[in-house]
């Protein structure tokens, strides 16, 4: 039984989607005026390992994320640079998908743009003026938060109690706030104001407000109600809460079944600000680490618990990802070196089955529990001991090869469902060494070659002919020389191997 925390309860209930088997998701997606940072990625690679364990579990799913194209600080930029709007959404919207590919991140099934999706917005407006959940005033459209009795239930805020804190609402000196009938209402559509974007409406030519865009796309995607509303936590107010509001106000039922938020990220302890100098953009940070190392820093904290992102954390991830795929190398490594005169590693082979399958269904029972990755990776880990334990200095015999075979693909597996591949052989080339290693053949040996793998091997003879032959310089040399570049070569019973340190 799947369990999620739903922001809206504020405890973990059971999950039952509208539709058996199936599954309708949407999550936030970024307004496209720069790179998005490293705070963003946090929530778009955490509802990505969500949606990958539904997918894993047996779902369809169907992930919906939009993309904000138009906005003030769209705006804003492109008059700084000169360009206009579209230009500057074009160029951030590409750069964020870049970004997401280059972090292992699943593109979504429905990617809408809000500036393509504007008919759809004035409809629903209109539903809610209709309705008597929405007024005009001077050109703008204000939702009337106290139509909506159960406003402030998501956030948990008392509406009597609360003070106009939306974004966009807050005065601009042209008399904003005296069009209002409500200090809490909050814009709907926006009057077009000189330069900027804008498209004909029956309240005259403007632009949507922030909030309306989701629960238009949302509703005409996935229909209404569907089952998890995603984003980060920072969105709960006033974002969601809006979203929640306008929707239900204009249909009258449930907006999203499940609302469930990332928790907020900070950097070597503190609020990630441009002011405290230390506002890391996620295309910065993968141009120095892997993705599979950050994807595995955010793993090993709970996904709605608060994350502290330092680069000293960054090198443990990785360095903890590294023994996950020194185990898989290992197991590469017995099963090739297999032997039919070693003695059985493995005595009693259908226990050792059960073993993984007990394994597996641990790691179901830590995700089903709120997609407890940090609690699932520990029996991933414990499962890397094991195996470490077992095949340290010692030589599998041949009937422990489709064991062997099953432990690896057990890895490989679980780690998959986490979007991180440890299987060895992800590499468009089927390399699974670094071109620093093709560098290095080509200084100590003179290797002409292109491909990594072969120079690993290249390096792997020369060291043991040099070593035959007490040419010590050209054996310390590969062994001084890979070490340098990460790798320690380890002498064992069957011949030479290289881990990762």
Same mark, same amino acid.
Request: contains cysteine; charged residues 25%; negative net charge.
């Given at each position: 039984?799947?369990?999620?925390?739903?922001?809206?309860?504020?405890?973990?209930?059971?999950?039952?989607?509208?539709? @058996?088997?199936?599954?309708?998701?949407?999550?936030?997606?970024?307004?496209?005026?720069?790179?998005? *940072?490293?705070?963003?990625?946090?929530?778009?690679?955490?509802?990505?390992?969500?949606?990958?364990?539904?997918?894993?579990?047996? %779902?369809?799913?169907?992930?919906?994320?939009?993309? +904000?194209? &138009?906005? /003030?600080?769209?705006?804003?930029?492109?008059?700084?640079?000169?360009?206009?709007?579209?230009? &500057?959404?074009?160029?951030?919207?590409?750069?964020?998908?870049?970004?997401?590919?280059?972090?292992?991140? @699943? /593109?979504?099934?429905?990617?809408?743009?809000?500036?393509?999706?504007?008919?759809?917005?004035?409809? !629903?407006?209109?539903? @809610?003026?209709?309705?008597?959940?929405?007024?005009?005033?001077?050109?703008?459209?204000?939702?009337?938060?106290?139509?909506?009795?159960?406003?402030?239930?998501?956030?948990?805020?008392?509406? /009597?109690?609360?003070?106009?804190?939306?974004?966009?609402?807050?005065?601009?000196?042209?008399?904003?706030?005296?069009?209002?009938? /409500?200090?809490?209402?909050?814009?709907?559509?926006?009057?077009?104001?000189?330069?900027?974007?804008?498209?004909?409406?029956?309240?005259?030519?403007? =632009?949507?407000?922030?909030?309306?865009?989701?629960?238009?796309?949302? =509703?005409?995607?996935?229909?209404?109600? %569907?089952?998890? *509303?995603?984003?980060?936590?920072?969105? &709960?107010?006033? *974002?969601?809460?809006?979203?929640?509001?306008?929707?239900?106000?204009?249909?009258?039922?449930?907006?999203?079944?499940?609302? !469930?938020?990332?928790?907020?990220?900070?950097?070597?302890?503190?609020?990630?600000?441009?002011? !405290?100098?230390?506002?890391?953009?996620?295309?910065?940070?993968?141009?120095?680490?892997?993705?599979?190392?950050?994807?595995?820093?955010?793993?090993?904290? *709970?996904?709605?618990?608060?994350?502290?992102?330092?680069?000293?954390?960054?090198?443990?991830?990785?360095?903890?990802?590294?023994?996950?795929?020194?185990?898989?190398? +290992?197991?590469?490594?017995?099963?090739?070196?297999?032997?039919?005169?070693?003695?059985?590693?493995?005595?009693?082979?259908?226990?050792?089955?059960?073993? !993984?399958?007990?394994?597996?269904?641990?790691?179901? &029972?830590?995700?089903?529990?709120?997609?407890?990755?940090?609690?699932?990776?520990?029996?991933?880990?414990?499962?890397?001991?094991?195996?470490?334990?077992?095949?340290?200095?010692?030589?599998?015999?041949?009937?422990?090869?489709?064991?062997? $075979?099953?432990?690896? $693909?057990?890895?490989?597996? @679980?780690?998959?469902? %986490?979007?991180?591949?440890?299987?060895?052989?992800?590499?468009?080339?089927?390399?699974?060494?670094?071109?620093?290693?093709? +560098?290095?053949?080509?200084?100590?040996?003179?290797?002409?070659?292109?491909?990594?793998?072969?120079?690993?091997?290249?390096?792997?003879?020369?060291? +043991?002919?040099?070593?035959?032959?007490?040419?010590?310089?050209?054996?310390?040399?590969?062994?001084?020389?890979?070490?340098?570049?990460?790798?320690?070569?380890?002498?064992?019973?069957?011949?030479?191997?290289?881990?990762?340190?």
């Amino acid at each position: 039984m799947i369990k999620v925390y739903n922001t809206k309860e504020r405890a973990k209930v059971k999950f039952e989607s509208k539709e @058996l088997g199936r599954i309708g998701m949407y999550v936030c997606g970024p307004t496209v005026y720069n790179r998005i *940072h490293i705070g963003n990625a946090r929530t778009f690679i955490s509802f990505d390992m969500i949606r990958r364990y539904f997918m894993w579990r047996g %779902f369809e799913v169907t992930f919906v994320q939009n993309v +904000t194209d &138009v906005d /003030d600080k769209i705006i804003a930029r492109a008059a700084e640079e000169g360009r206009t709007a579209a230009e &500057v959404a074009a160029e951030y919207t590409e750069a964020f998908i870049n970004d997401m590919h280059a972090a292992g991140v @699943l /593109d979504p099934d429905i990617r809408p743009k809000a500036t393509e999706e504007i008919p759809e917005m004035i409809k !629903l407006i209109q539903e @809610l003026i209709d309705g008597g959940h929405a007024y005009v005033a001077d050109g703008d459209v204000y939702f009337s938060v106290r139509s909506y009795p159960a406003y402030g239930e998501l956030s948990g805020r008392n509406i /009597d109690d609360m003070e106009a804190g939306h974004r966009e609402l807050r005065s601009d000196g042209q008399g904003l706030e005296d069009r209002k009938q /409500d200090p809490l209402d909050f814009a709907l559509w926006k009057a077009a104001k000189p330069g900027e974007p804008s498209w004909t409406s029956p309240w005259g030519e403007g =632009r949507p407000g922030w909030h309306i865009e989701c629960s238009a796309m949302s =509703r005409k995607y996935l229909g209404l109600p %569907f089952d998890i *509303h995603g984003g980060g936590a920072d969105l &709960v107010f006033p *974002h969601h809460e809006n979203e929640r509001a306008q929707s239900e106000a204009a249909c009258g039922c449930t907006f999203a079944n499940y609302w !469930l938020h990332s928790g907020m990220l900070q950097i070597n302890s503190e609020k990630m600000s441009k002011s !405290l100098g230390n506002f890391m953009l996620l295309h910065d940070v993968l141009e120095k680490c892997r993705p599979e190392a950050l994807r595995m820093l955010m793993l090993q904290t *709970h996904y709605r618990s608060p994350l502290d992102f330092s680069d000293a954390r960054l090198a443990e991830a990785d360095a903890a990802l590294t023994r996950i795929e020194n185990a898989v190398r +290992t197991i590469d490594w017995a099963i090739e070196n297999a032997s039919a005169e070693a003695p059985q590693l493995i005595e009693d082979g259908l226990a050792f089955i059960r073993h !993984l399958k007990a394994i597996r269904v641990e790691f179901v &029972v830590a995700m089903d529990d709120d997609f407890n990755a940090p609690a699932a990776l520990g029996e991933v880990f414990s499962f890397v001991n094991e195996m470490n334990a077992l095949l340290t200095n010692e030589t599998a015999n041949k009937e422990d090869v489709k064991l062997l $075979e099953a432990a690896k $693909e057990l890895l490989v597996e @679980l780690m998959g469902v %986490f979007g991180i591949d440890v299987s060895g052989a992800n590499s468009e080339k089927g390399e699974t060494y670094p071109a620093e290693v093709v +560098t290095l053949a080509a200084e100590v040996l003179g290797f002409e070659g292109t491909n990594a793998n072969e120079a690993m091997d290249a390096l792997l003879t020369a060291r +043991t002919e040099a070593r035959a032959a007490k040419n010590w310089a050209v054996a310390d040399a590969v062994r001084n020389g890979l070490a340098q570049i990460g790798f320690a070569i380890e002498d064992t019973p069957q011949g030479q191997r290289v881990v990762k340190k």
